[in-house]
C-alpha cells in the first residue's frame, strides 16, 4: 500500500524498526484491557508481532494495520483493515498512546482506512469492540457504523459487540 497522508496523519506500513512503539502500545493498560494482552514484553517479541501480523497481512491481503504519525513523524497509533479467520468481514481496528486520545487522530485516520476499503472494492466493514469500550464504540458509530449484534470470538470468555458499515464506492 501506498502510505495515505491526511490533513494531521501520515499512514504507512509497519516494519520491524517500530518494535520499540509497538512494544509501548501492545502494553498499554487500555490495549490489554479493551484488545487483550498478547503476551509482547520485549522488543523482539514486538518485532515479530509486526512481522507475523501486520506485515504477513500486507503481502497476502495488500492491506493491515498501519502506524500513524503526526505529519513531523511522531508515533501516535496504529490504524487499518484486518482480517481475520473469524469473522466474514474485514474489520477496522485501531489503538493509540493516551496522550494522542481525544484529539480526532482516530477519527481521521479510520476514515483514511474506510477510503483504502473503498478502493479495494470492500462492501462491507465490520467493527468489534468489548461492550464497556464507550470511547471505542462512539468512533465507530460516528464513522457510521451501527450495532448488529454481540459474538464471542474464539478463546474469549465473554461476548462483545459487532458494529457494520455498508461502504459507497465515494467514502
Given at each position: 500500500m501506498?502510505?495515505?497522508a491526511?490533513?494531521?496523519?501520515?499512514?504507512?506500513?509497519?516494519?520491524?524498526?517500530?518494535?520499540?512503539?509497538?512494544?509501548?502500545l501492545l502494553?498499554?493498560?487500555?490495549?490489554?484491557?479493551?484488545?487483550?494482552?498478547?503476551?509482547?514484553?520485549?522488543?523482539?517479541?514486538?518485532?515479530?508481532?509486526?512481522?507475523?501480523?501486520?506485515i504477513?497481512?500486507?503481502?497476502?491481503?495488500?492491506?493491515?494495520?498501519?502506524?500513524?504519525?503526526?505529519?513531523?513523524g511522531?508515533?501516535?497509533?496504529?490504524c487499518?483493515?484486518i482480517?481475520?479467520?473469524?469473522?466474514?468481514?474485514?474489520?477496522?481496528?485501531?489503538?493509540?498512546l493516551?496522550?494522542?486520545?481525544?484529539?480526532?487522530?482516530?477519527?481521521?485516520?479510520?476514515?483514511?482506512?474506510?477510503?483504502?476499503?473503498?478502493?479495494l472494492?470492500?462492501?462491507?466493514v465490520?467493527?468489534?469492540?468489548?461492550?464497556?469500550?464507550?470511547?471505542?464504540?462512539?468512533l465507530?458509530?460516528?464513522?457510521?457504523?451501527?450495532?448488529?449484534?454481540?459474538?464471542?470470538?474464539?478463546?474469549?470468555?465473554?461476548?462483545i459487540?459487532?458494529?457494520?458499515?455498508?461502504?459507497?464506492?465515494?467514502?
Amino acid at each position: 500500500m501506498t502510505p495515505m497522508a491526511t490533513a494531521r496523519l501520515h499512514l504507512r506500513e509497519l516494519t520491524p524498526d517500530d518494535a520499540p512503539f509497538l512494544l509501548a502500545l501492545l502494553n498499554d493498560p487500555d490495549w490489554i484491557r479493551n484488545i487483550g494482552d498478547r503476551g509482547v514484553r520485549s522488543v523482539d517479541a514486538a518485532r515479530d508481532y509486526a512481522v507475523k501480523g501486520p506485515i504477513a497481512m500486507y503481502a497476502n491481503r495488500g492491506f493491515g494495520l498501519w502506524m500513524v504519525e503526526t505529519r513531523d513523524g511522531t508515533p501516535t497509533g496504529m490504524c487499518g483493515l484486518i482480517k481475520r479467520d473469524t469473522l466474514e468481514d474485514v474489520d477496522i481496528g485501531f489503538a493509540f498512546l493516551p496522550e494522542f486520545r481525544g484529539k480526532g487522530y482516530a477519527f481521521e485516520a479510520a476514515t483514511a482506512s474506510l477510503a483504502v476499503a473503498a478502493k479495494l472494492g470492500m462492501k462491507r466493514v465490520v467493527g468489534i469492540v468489548s461492550f464497556h469500550n464507550a470511547d471505542s464504540i462512539a468512533l465507530l458509530v460516528k464513522l457510521g457504523f451501527a450495532f448488529e449484534r454481540p459474538i464471542r470470538m474464539p478463546n474469549d470468555s465473554e461476548d462483545i459487540a459487532l458494529y457494520a458499515k455498508a461502504i459507497d464506492a465515494k467514502d
